[in-house]
């Protein structure tokens, strides 16, 4: 996927650079994918053909158990992450796909990322993440929620109960229901269990607007994740104070104090690389900076996908299903409706699940049989590559499994985290 951002974000980046191309030779941008378990850099050229690549995997992982170092115990539905990890990704795989390519940094004419969302994280006035501070390093609720921290559920449905009655006309732009994993629902699970968190918070990011804001100084909101995570709308903006003040009377001015900042279009140039990032991630000072983007959607052009059609799924922890259309229609049940969400002039329709590979990560690690490991190690092979082997010779159905994939519960249509999943062999 990440090559795909790299090519899309080429056509916007490079535009008035052709002279120096012509000039200077060859010419080349940065990618960086943010997933769940790991970043990965690609190097490609204005053409698109991938040049070099390298995963770093995030030293932290996932936090789903106990905070670093403190050891406190998280409950039940977290999933948290730390954001130095992020900057670990711009250390090692930017260096190591210049290395591998033997490309020169000042041929690198732009860097753009994208990211798991609604993966956010409350920062001080300075930009400083709050789990960093000494003083709230062993409050769960300083570090960064991953997108998929389902321990807002509570919050989630009583906004979705308050906006039903209010008769909000954000709701159906949202098939019906906001989730537990975007950004109003984690914040206000914020202000119910640690109000001293979010008073000391001076801003709630996106984590691919905090990195871009590390790797330029500049704070910018990118409209994608803004459209489909934090209920904002390119016309109306916001919901209003009055619908905040429903929801608890502490948040009527939320918009405007902890999630304020400019919201640009996706391809805009956030800014360019601040001296001391250039040194970290061994580019020149000065070098372009896309704003971020969520993960799936950059994969929408990408693939070459421009206009209405087509559907894209994007697939991996989870899956997205995506689509491009003229007109803003409501669909019951679907993730959301952004106007230049995906590609600018187009709507962007998405919806999907919550595991996909989540689903395989966790049968592998802990379903299998003994005999199923010891065969894989036996032949060289992942468990994954094993089953995967085996399971490509039946037919579609033949074995009589079933299974319901709500491991993460169910987005799309239902939009419940606490739903369940499972499965039977209709054999038995």
Same mark, same amino acid.
């Given at each position: 996927?990440?090559?795909?951002?790299?090519?899309?974000?080429?056509?916007?980046?490079?535009?008035?650079?052709?002279?120096?191309?012509?000039?200077?030779?060859?010419?080349?941008?940065?990618?960086?994918?943010?997933? %769940?378990?790991?970043?990965?850099?690609?190097?490609?050229?204005?053409?698109?053909?991938?040049?070099?690549?390298? #995963?770093?995997?995030?030293?932290?992982?996932?936090?789903?158990? #106990?905070?670093?170092?403190?050891?406190?115990?998280?409950?039940?539905?977290?999933?948290?992450?730390?954001?130095?990890?992020?900057?670990?990704?711009?250390? !090692?795989?930017?260096?190591?796909?210049?290395?591998? @390519?033997?490309?020169?940094?000042?041929?690198?004419? /732009?860097?753009?990322?994208?990211? %798991?969302? $609604? !993966?956010?994280?409350?920062?001080?006035?300075?930009?400083?993440?709050?789990?960093?501070?000494?003083?709230?390093?062993?409050?769960?609720?300083?570090?960064?929620?991953?997108?998929?921290?389902?321990?807002?559920?509570?919050?989630?449905?009583?906004?979705?109960?308050?906006?039903?009655?209010?008769?909000?006309?954000?709701?159906?732009?949202?098939?019906?229901?906001? @989730? @537990?994993?975007?950004?109003?629902?984690?914040?206000?699970?914020?202000?119910?269990? *640690?109000?001293?968190?979010?008073?000391?918070?001076?801003?709630?990011?996106?984590? %691919?607007?905090? #990195?871009?804001?590390?790797?330029?100084?500049?704070?910018?909101?990118?409209?994608?994740?803004?459209?489909?995570?934090?209920?904002?709308?390119?016309?109306?903006?916001?919901?209003?104070?009055?619908?905040?003040?429903?929801?608890? =009377?502490?948040?009527?001015?939320?918009?405007?104090?902890?999630?304020?900042?400019?919201?640009?279009?996706? +391809?805009?140039?956030?800014?360019?690389?601040?001296?001391?990032?250039?040194?970290?991630?061994?580019?020149?000072?000065? !070098?372009?900076?896309?704003?971020?983007?969520?993960?799936?959607?950059?994969?929408?052009?990408?693939?070459?996908?421009?206009?209405?059609?087509?559907?894209?799924?994007?697939?991996?922890?989870?899956?997205?299903?995506?689509?491009?259309? !003229?007109?803003?229609?409501?669909?019951?049940?679907? $993730?959301?409706?952004?106007? *230049? +969400?995906?590609?600018? /002039?187009?709507?962007?329709?998405?919806?999907?699940?919550?595991?996909?590979? *989540?689903?395989?990560?966790?049968?592998?690690?802990?379903?299998?049989?003994?005999?199923?490991?010891?065969?894989?190690?036996?032949?060289?092979?992942? #468990?994954?590559?094993?089953?995967?082997?085996?399971?490509?010779?039946?037919? =579609?159905?033949?074995?009589?499994?079933?299974?319901?994939?709500?491991?993460?519960?169910?987005?799309?249509?239902?939009?419940?985290?606490?739903?369940?999943?499972? @499965?039977? *062999?209709?054999?038995?």
């Amino acid at each position: 996927m990440i090559a795909t951002i790299c090519a899309s974000m080429a056509q916007t980046l490079t535009m008035g650079s052709k002279g120096r191309e012509t000039e200077m030779g060859k010419k080349y941008v940065i990618g960086i994918d943010y997933g %769940t378990e790991s970043g990965r850099a690609v190097l490609v050229d204005l053409e698109g053909n991938e040049i070099a690549d390298h #995963v770093t995997p995030y030293p932290h992982g996932v936090i789903d158990e #106990v905070l670093p170092e403190s050891n406190v115990q998280l409950e039940p539905d977290w999933a948290l992450q730390h954001p130095a990890d992020y900057i670990e990704v711009l250390a !090692t795989a930017v260096p190591t796909v210049l290395q591998k @390519s033997g490309v020169n940094p000042a041929d690198v004419i /732009g860097v753009g990322i994208d990211f %798991t969302s $609604c !993966t956010m994280l409350p920062v001080d006035a300075s930009g400083e993440p709050l789990c960093l501070k000494p003083e709230f390093r062993n409050r769960p609720h300083s570090w960064v929620k991953l997108w998929k921290h389902h321990a807002a559920q509570d919050e989630a449905n009583l906004l979705n109960e308050i906006a039903a009655k209010r008769g909000e006309a954000f709701l159906p732009r949202y098939g019906g229901k906001i @989730s @537990s994993e975007w950004m109003i629902a984690k914040i206000w699970q914020i202000l119910n269990e *640690d109000p001293e968190i979010y008073e000391q918070t001076d801003l709630f990011l996106e984590a %691919t607007d905090w #990195v871009i804001f590390k790797m330029t100084g500049n704070i910018v909101r990118n409209s994608c994740a803004a459209g489909y995570k934090s209920i904002w709308h390119k016309q109306d903006g916001y919901p209003s104070k009055e619908f905040f003040r429903a929801l608890d =009377p502490r948040l009527e001015h939320l918009t405007e104090t902890k999630l304020r900042g400019p919201i640009v279009p996706l +391809g805009t140039r956030a800014g360019v690389l601040t001296n001391e990032m250039a040194a970290m991630m061994g580019l020149l000072p000065g !070098t372009a900076v896309a704003v971020g983007n969520v993960d799936a959607h950059a994969a929408v052009p990408g693939v070459g996908v421009v206009e209405p059609g087509k559907l894209v799924m994007a697939m991996g922890t989870s899956i997205c299903h995506m689509l491009l259309g !003229t007109e803003e229609k409501y669909v019951e049940g679907m $993730c959301g409706v952004v106007e *230049d +969400g995906i590609i600018p /002039g187009y709507f962007g329709y998405e919806a999907g699940q919550s595991a996909v590979g *989540d689903i395989f990560a966790w049968y592998v690690e802990q379903g299998v049989p003994a005999y199923v490991k010891e065969a894989a190690e036996k032949e060289g092979v992942s #468990v994954h590559e094993w089953l995967e082997k085996r399971a490509a010779a039946y037919r =579609p159905g033949e074995t009589g499994l079933l299974a319901l994939d709500w491991w993460n519960g169910n987005r799309s249509v239902l939009v419940d985290t606490d739903l369940t999943g499972s @499965s039977s *062999d209709t054999h038995c």
